[in-house]
Each structure stands twice: as C-alpha cells, then as structure tokens.
C-alpha cells in the first residue's frame, strides 16, 4: 500500500513539473511555440458536433475537438478551423471527404480520428494514437417465440417422433390381440357383426383409451385375457412416466419467456439471412469486409453487396440503416450506448442487443499533413495528453448515458405473475382445430347419410315399385 502511494505521488509530481505554465523550462510548454496549424472540423456525434451559423460561422465541440482546445493552450500554438465540405461529404461519403482534405493539403492536422492503413501512408502521416477499440455488433434485439406451440417444448422433437411410433405401436397390438381374441369366441358381443365392423370398433375404442390415458383423464376397458392386461398395466407405467414429465414442464413453457436465436458474432452474421452488415463507405471496416477471403467474413462482404444502401456515406444515412432494424453494426462501445440511448428517447424501450467483442480491433489517430516539420512535435504533445487521462474523461463527460437496463442480457425466464391469454394461445387454437375438425366430419356424414338413404330409396322403389310413405 505504501509503495502504491509513493508511486502515485510520484506521478503527481511528474505532471505538475511537466505541465504547470509556470515552469519555463518545460520542454512541453515551449515544444510548439508560435506554430500554426490549418483543423479540419468534421460533425460526428457524440464525439465531434459541429454547428453552423449565420455568416459562415459555426460552434465546434466535443470530446475531439476538447483535444485542440487543450493542447492549444498549454503548448501555446495557434488554429483555424476548417469544416469538411457538405458537397463532397454528401457525394464521396465523409469519411473520403476527411480524407480529401489531407490528400489536397488543406488542413494541416485532420480530427476524422483516421485508421493507418499501408495504403493511407502514400498520403499522410499519422498521430500518436487517441485511441485503440474493440469493437461489438450492435443488432436488433430478438423478438419472443411464439406461444402457439408452447405445447410442443416439453419434449424434443426427436422424443415426439418416438413418441408417436410408440402410441401407434401400442394401438396396433391392443387391436391385434382383441381381433385375435374375437376369433376365439371369447367375446359374445362381436357376433352378428361383419369383420370390418368390429376391428373399426376396436380401433376406435383403443385410440379413446390411449388419448384418455395420455390427458390423465382414465377410461375403463375390460378383457380377461392376461396378455392384455399385461400389455395395458405395461402401457400404463410408461404413460405415467412420460405424463408426468410432460405436465410438469407444461407450465413453465407456455409462461416461459423464451427469446429467438440473436446474433452474437461475426459467424453468426454471417449465417443470418436476415441481417447484413452496415458500414460507412471507404472505411476501413468497410473495406476489409468487401475484400475479404475467409468464410465469415466473405459472407458478410456478399451479403453486403447485394444491398448496396448497406455502406452509406454519412452519419445520417448510417443512423437510418441503423434504427431500422434491418441491419447489424460494428462499432465501439461507448458509440454503441450513444445509439441505444438515441433510440430508447425515441420509441421508449429496447430495440438493441450487443453483442461480446469480435476479434477486430481498430488504432485511431490524427490525420496528419504529409512532410510537415511540426508533425512529430504534435504526435509527442499528443502522447502527453494521452497519458494524463484527459481524453477518457472528456469522453465519459460528454456521453452522460444511462442505458444498463439495455445492456442486460436477455434471459429465459419464467414471470412471476398470472398467466395471461397469450400464454394459452395454443390451447385455444388446438380447440380451434378440434371443433373445426368436428364441424367438418358433421357436414360429411350428413352428406353420406342423405346419400345412403337417397340410394335406399332408389333400391326400395326398384324392388317393390313405391316409396314408403
């Protein structure tokens, strides 16, 4: 505990000498002196708002442009500001636009916050890092399941498959037996009635025993033979098992709230036929996803391809992609809060799920001006205003978020409280199907009886001449 103090008064001590303004001799104060640079000013909230105003003037702030303001004072050098063109902003996409301005040599100092790139080192030079990020998906949060078929997720499906064979197993040997017992005269009742009639009979009588059995509701059914009542007792046993098991995980899957497959990687992105990356045009995330070879990620870039509106050019357009739910976007985490607390002033709930980091992390720095003798005195004083913490704090004071309710994980469980009409909506649709099914079956035997009795008046009137009255 003491060395951790010593080490912390050390370090105290460290930045007071280094960037107290009374300390001429301070290499920091007087690195830059009299220099001037040419900024851009680009509007990318949270981090960078800029405003316009009457008579081309305009407010810039934000945690980004904080870094100039600071740094201007403290290593005592001069600024202007130079707004990115909304022209080509809107025709190149901004990040281009940043870009250009570097390219064209009409900044000396670029706040885009730019990803070095072997490509981009043809053009210009780069800063100290502002900062280095892992990124996450930002994706529309999965809706529930659907309790229509609460009934079904007790059991597999695999388990139901088996389950049907078995019924049909135990209705076909329950038949079996009794026809085989009726051949033996063992049951009086089946004479005077034709084979198909009484193995129908049976049939039916065996289906409404085995239903009853299944809904717990028991019906009686008396044969003396001993391997029938052997095979029932069996039956029994296993309906008991498999009844119970069923009704005691009835309850909590049709109250259980279960949410659908989310996305929660780049694998997972790639397998989605309903969600494609969004990613603004010319960056570096853009790009390694269009020119990429390995599978998720060339999935990603196809899928990207085919809906061209998924790279947009501004920020504006990327926010539209974004709250539409159509689309899922990689970004830091500090830009997901800002985009989920957007939404959540919007439409007042949760429409987002983010997702654990993926395996891309992204370095980003000041563009600077391509040969520019104060570049590496900038990087230095950069790196010192790095190292005092400033740029987090500037960061977390300007966001102010409140959306841990959001970020909570998603979970299956059952609610605590009374079961509401929803829950049993597969109930009600299974009496649906049954009563539809009943009213069906009425309307064909009644067609079939008017058929019969209309061709046994036709054989009556052949056979004796008139109808009977």
Known sequence: MFEHLVVMQWKIITIFMLFHPSLSF???????????????????????????????????????????????????????????????SAKLGSVQAGLNQLIKKEVDISTLCIVPTLERTQHMEFSYPVAIESFKLLVPKPGEESRLFGPVRPFQYSTWGCLLISLISVLVVF??????????????????????????????NYTMYIASTC????????????????????????????????????????????FKATINSLEDLAASKELTMTASANSVMAETMLNAHSSALKAIGNAMRQKPDSIFLTPEKGLHNIFSLKYAFPTVESYTSYLINIDLRRKGECRFHVTD???????????????????????????????????????????????????????????????????????????????????SSFVIEVVYFHLQRRQSLKFLKFTTGKLPK
């Open 357 to 439: 980091r993926v395996p891309i992390t992204e370095l980003y720095t000041f563009g600077l001006q391509k040969g520019n003798k104060f570049n590496q005195l900038f990087s230095e004083k950069l790196q010192y205003l790095w190292e005092t913490g400033l740029m987090i704090y500037w960061l977390k004071n300007n966001l102010q978020l409140s959306v841990d309710k959001c970020l909570v994980k998603n979970k299956d469980s059952a609610r605590q409280r009374a079961i509401k009409l929803v829950d049993l909506t597969s109930a009600f649709f299974i009496l649906g199907i049954g009563i539809g099914f009943a009213l």
């Open 215 to 258: 809904t717990n509701q028991g019906q009686a059914i008396n044969v003396p033979q001993h391997s029938f009542r052997i095979l029932a007792g069996v039956w029994l046993l296993a309906a008991t098992v498999l009844v119970n098991c069923y009704s005691g995980t009835l309850m909590s899957s049709l109250t259980l709230t279960k």
């Open 175 to 204: 038949t079996v037996f009794a026809w085989y017992y009726s051949c033996w005269n063992s049951l009086p009742t089946d004479h005077g009635h034709g084979a198909w009639e009484i193995l129908s009979a049976k049939l039916g």
């Open 26 to 88: 301070s290499p920091i104060r007087n690195g830059l002196n009299g220099a001037y640079f040419r900024v851009s000013a680009h509007h990318f909230p949270p981090y960078q708002v800029l405003t316009h105003g009457a008579n081309e003037t305009f407010r810039y702030v934000g945690s980004t442009p904080n870094v100039i303001y600071w740094m201007a004072e403290k290593f005592n050098f001069t600024y202007t500001f130079f707004p990115v063109d909304s022209a080509e």
